[in-house]
Antibody
C-alpha cells in the first residue's frame, strides 16, 4: 500500500516564500505524474499544479502560474512546490496526490493527509 | 479554461435512497471526468474515473455516466458512510484538472 506525506507548511507573512515537499513510498514513484491540490478552510478543492513522470510537463492553475513552481526528484521519491509572493488567498490545506496511471495525467488515486499553509501578517 | 458546475450544491437524503448528482463542463471533455468523495477532515477519495469506471475497492452502488459536457454520479442505495461531499473533476488533456464546487450529501 503506497503512501504520500506532505511537509513544509506553516505560517508565513504575505509576500514571502515557502517550499512544500511530498515524500512517496510503496509504489514506483518515477513512473507516475504527481499533483498538488489545495483546499481553503471551509471551501472546495482547487487543483494547483501537476508534473509528469519525467518532468517534461508542468502545469499550473491560473491562480498560481508565475508564482509557484513544481519539481520532482525521482531518486529521492519526492516532489515539491515552491511558492513565492504568497498572499492570504493562498491560505489552504495543501494535498499532494499521485496519478492513477503510470506515464499519464489521468485521475488522482492516492492522497496525502495535507499540510496547512497560513499566510498572515 | 474549462469551468465545472455541479447540481445540486447540497441535498438531504435518507439511508436507502437513490441519489443523483450532476456535473456539467463548460466545453466538451469527452469522457475525461472523475468523481471524488471527501469526508470531513479527510483527504478526497477517487470513486469513478473516465466518467464511468469504478475505482478499485469502491462499492458497486456508486456509478457514473455521461460524455461531452454532461455527467452524473449515482448512488443506488445510500449507506450511512456515504454522507460526504462529492466533487467532479475534469482531466481533459492540456486543460489542467479543474474541480467542480462540490455537492454535500447530508442526512435527512
Amino acid at each position: 500500500e503506497g503512501q504520500l506525506e506532505e511537509s513544509g507548511g506553516g505560517l508565513v507573512q504575505p509576500g514571502r516564500s515557502l517550499r512544500l515537499s511530498c515524500a512517496a513510498s510503496g509504489f514506483t514513484f518515477k513512473d507516475y505524474a504527481m499533483h498538488w491540490v489545495r483546499q481553503a478552510p471551509g471551501k472546495g478543492l482547487e487543483w494547483v499544479s501537476s508534473i509528469s513522470w519525467n518532468s517534461d510537463i508542468r502545469d499550473y492553475a491560473d491562480s498560481v502560474r508565475g508564482r509557484f513552481t513544481i519539481s520532482r526528484d525521482n531518486a529521492k521519491k519526492s516532489f515539491y512546490l515552491e511558492m513565492n509572493r504568497l498572499s492570504a488567498e493562498d491560505t489552504a490545506l495543501y494535498y499532494c496526490a499521485k496519478d492513477r496511471v503510470g506515464g499519464s495525467l489521468d485521475a488522482f488515486d492516492m492522497w496525502g493527509r495535507g499540510t496547512m499553509v497560513t499566510v498572515s501578517a | 479554461d474549462i469551468q465545472m458546475t455541479q447540481s445540486p450544491s447540497s441535498l438531504s437524503a435518507s439511508v436507502g435512497d437513490r441519489v443523483t448528482i450532476t456535473c456539467r463542463a463548460s466545453q466538451s471533455i469527452s469522457i475525461y471526468l472523475n468523481w471524488y468523495q471527501q469526508k470531513p477532515g479527510k483527504a478526497p477519495n477517487l470513486l469513478i474515473y473516465a466518467a464511468s469506471n469504478l475505482q478499485s475497492g469502491v462499492p458497486s452502488r456508486f456509478s457514473g455516466s455521461g460524455s461531452g459536457t454532461d455527467f452524473t454520479l449515482t448512488i443506488t442505495t445510500l449507506q450511512p458512510e456515504d454522507f460526504a461531499t462529492y466533487y467532479c473533476q475534469q482531466s481533459y488533456s492540456g486543460h489542467g484538472f479543474t474541480f467542480g464546487p462540490g455537492t454535500k450529501v447530508a442526512i435527512k
